[in-house]
């Protein structure tokens, strides 16, 4: 899977050629991280309105390359940089490529200056909420109020000039819109929440773009939904559920399959024919608390918990290697399922596999080419003992998401944040024991549940928390003794495979360190991780 575009090498564009195949599409947008901290916002954004975006790097990135893979537009996000004294790295030949061209902050500064315009350092910076008032009729603010809200974050202006016709300007910044022929700009950040109409912006830039097939087109979810009703029609059906987007789409697939013939009449009352099998054991409290909450009360599918913590806990003893720990706990997953299956005597099994996990498992590749195994996902190449139903295996993330929004997956299911297959065997250094499961679940407990209450959740990709090796010398009362060194981390990203880390608030780190050495007894010690990817990777193991 293409990760970051960074050259135009046949392998690159043979990848873009690929993944335009599976979302069928012809369009994408080709987005410049410039190192904000909202660029996953941005692809979030897109994908919500259907669009295919790749992430390209500034850095190495050249007009060639860009010609060559011939996106239908470009987005330049915000960043820390500042083009007045610390231009960041970007091929300003790319801007004279006609290529229709949205610069976000940042963005806009680095392609005004470009273009003649005068960025300075403002005097009265703009950070936090502001009004913007739009002039004229540019086709970037059709249908937009001629005063809303938008949020700014940004020190450098934008003189006024000949060169730059301004569309909207805000207190502190003249020039807050402005375009240039096929340069259009904003000064805000029009992929968060508080900017009011940041979507209809995208919505339009995308028009002017040209873009007129949208992932996956309607009949896509409906063509998936048409050809598993052919197969599990009358039939009982399976589902490994995990919360997660990917198996909560295709919960919502196979709702809409089995349509009004969800339920069996028997003696004893209905008889469902959807199962949803949640394993407990090495998850996070918040996981099975979003299963119950969204559909344990439903009244299409029936939900069970199993409880596999003794047969995990079993195979784990001893293993210390991530790769054999993945191995170990893809033994009981596949054992649990199997059991339920005979239970419940299921014609099929259903699981949320993605051709990512097809992919960076070995498996899936459309070519002849091979493939190598990045990593052992725990749902792939099980082989089960009834046909296997994975509606989202020819899916990536963002297109299995955006099937999701056409079926009613309710939004907090689609963007939660990824959480690995192996649960938290990856998030436990070494041994896996039940002491040290208990004390990872309450952690991250407290973590996410801090996060939520900071409405700082959704403005970072993923968090979490890491039981590490090594033990601190506490002193909790009068007594002393050693405690687990707890890591916790949480990054800015837009697709994973790149990554920095996020900048939290001190006072919020401080209240969470404080509620997990007060209330989980086995943690002596709270770090917080300031490692990117690369060096680092996200999760530790």
């Known amino acids: 899977m293409l990760s970051v575009f960074k050259k135009a090498t046949p392998a690159a564009i043979q990848e873009i050629q690929e993944e335009l195949r599976v979302r069928k599409t012809k369009h994408f947008i080709l987005l410049f991280s410039m190192g904000s901290q909202f660029d996953h916002l941005i692809v979030q954004q897109l994908a919500k309105l259907g669009i295919f ?3 390209a790097d500034p850095a190495s990135v050249k007009a060639a390359d860009v010609k060559k893979a011939a996106p239908s537009g470009i987005i330049l996000s915000g960043g820390p940089a500042s083009v007045f004294n610390e231009p960041p790295p970007f091929d300003g030949k790319i801007f004279d490529l006609g290529i229709p061209t949205l610069g976000v ?5 680095v392609w005004a200056k470009h273009v003649g315009a005068k960025v300075t350092p403002q005097a009265k910076r703009e950070f936090g909420v502001h009004t ?3 002039v004229g009729k540019d086709p970037l603010f059709a249908g937009i109020a001629k005063k809303t809200q938008v949020l ?14 301004v569309l909207g300007s805000t207190d502190n910044a003249p020039v807050a819109a402005g375009r240039h022929k096929h340069l259009w700009g904003v000064q805000f950040h029009p992929e968060v929440t508080d900017t009011l109409e940041g979507t209809k912006m995208y919505e339009n830039f995308l028009n002017i773009c040209g873009i007129t097939d949208r992932f996956p087109a309607h009949n896509v979810a409906q063509a998936k939904v048409a050809e598993l009703n052919k197969k599990v029609a009358g039939k009982k059906v399976l589902i490994a559920l995990s919360g997660g987007s990917d198996s909560s789409v295709v919960a919502h697939l196979l709702k809409e399959a089995l349509g009004p013939f ?34 344990g009360k439903q009244n299409w599918l029936e939900v069970q918990v199993v409880d596999a913590t003794r047969d995990f806990l079993k195979v784990l003893k001893g293993k210390m290697g991530m790769r054999e720990k993945r191995m170990a706990m893809r033994g ?9 299956i005979k ?13 990512t996990d097809l992919r960076e498992s070995g498996h899936g590749h459309a070519t002849g080419a091979r493939v190598a195994e990045i990593k052992v996902h725990h749902n792939t190449n099980l082989g089960f003992s009834i046909p296997e139903l994975a509606p989202l295996e020819t899916e990536v993330k963002d297109s299995a998401r955006s099937i999701g929004r056409d079926i009613g997956v309710p939004e907090d299911l689609l963007v939660r944040h990824p959480f690995p297959g192996p649960g938290l065997v990856v998030r436990i250094e070494g041994e896996i024991t039940a002491e040290k499961l208990k004390t990872a679940r309450a952690c991250d407990g407290i973590y996410i549940e801090e996060l939520r209450k900071a409405d700082l959740y ?7 928390a890491t039981l590490t090796h090594s033990m601190h010398t506490e002193s909790k009362g009068d007594g002393a003794g050693l405690g687990h060194v707890l890591a916790l981390w949480a990054v800015w990203s837009v697709n994973g495979f790149t990554a920095r880390f996020a900048q939290l608030p001190y006072e919020f780190l401080d209240k969470v360190s404080r509620r997990i050495t007060n209330e989980v007894r086995e943690v002596g010690a709270v770090v917080y991780r300031i490692s990117d990817k690369p060096p680092a990777t996200i999760e530790f193991g």
């Open 53 to 55: 975006c790749i992430v």
């Open 105 to 109: 902050c940042l963005g806009f500064q």
């Open 132 to 134: 913007l008032r739009t």
């Open 152 to 165: 700014e974050s940004h020190g450098d202006a934008i003189e006024r000039s000949k060169i730059i016709e």
């Open 262 to 295: 969800r339920t069996r009449r028997v003696l004893n009352g209905p008889n469902r024919l959807l199962r949803g099998i949640y394993i407990r054991g090495i998850d996070r409290p918040d996981d099975e608390a979003f299963v119950r909450n969204y559909f």
């Open 332 to 340: 009981v997953y596949k054992a649990v399922l199997e059991r339920e």
């Open 343 to 355: 239970k419940f005597k299921a014609d099929f099994i259903a699981q949320g596999t993605l051709y």
């Open 458 to 464: 959704k403005t970072v990709w993923q968090a979490g």
